[in-house]
């Protein structure tokens, strides 16, 4: 069992930056992919931005450029930072975990899922 907990979100203005943290507690941390979702009401759930076991790292069109993902280990933390954000970035931001059996895997059914945090970008 892996449990999940996000920090970091809040209001920003457009322009602006936040970083997201997940610290992870339960099993071994880096056996897992980690993806960062978001949703917002009117959207589909999305992922954002993901990095696997092995350090493979995938970025959402909407976010390259802007977001930067990364992970430490040592510290059971995956985060995600954002610049340049956009009132289109406003969403709830979920950290998720995915056991992988691939060094590469990002995709797919992702086991665990923190309990959000909202990020609220103004114009």
């Known amino acids: 069992q892996v449990q999940l907990v996000e920090s970091g979100g809040g209001l920003v203005q457009a322009g602006g930056s936040l970083r997201l943290s997940c610290a992870a507690t339960?099993?071994?941390?880096?056996?897992?992919?980690m993806g960062w979702f978001r949703q917002d009401p009117r959207k589909e759930r999305e992922l954002v931005a993901g990095i696997s076991v092995g350090g493979s790292i995938y970025y959402a069109d909407s976010v390259k450029g802007r977001f930067t993902i990364s992970r430490d280990n040592a510290k059971n933390t995956v985060y995600l930072q954002m610049s340049s954000l956009k009132p289109e970035d406003t969403a709830v931001y979920y950290c998720a975990a995915r056991q992988s059996v691939a060094p590469t895997s990002i995709f797919g059914p992702y086991d665990y899922w923190g309990q959000g945090t909202q990020v609220t970008v103004s114009s």
């Open positions: 339960g099993r071994t941390f880096g056996g897992y992919a």
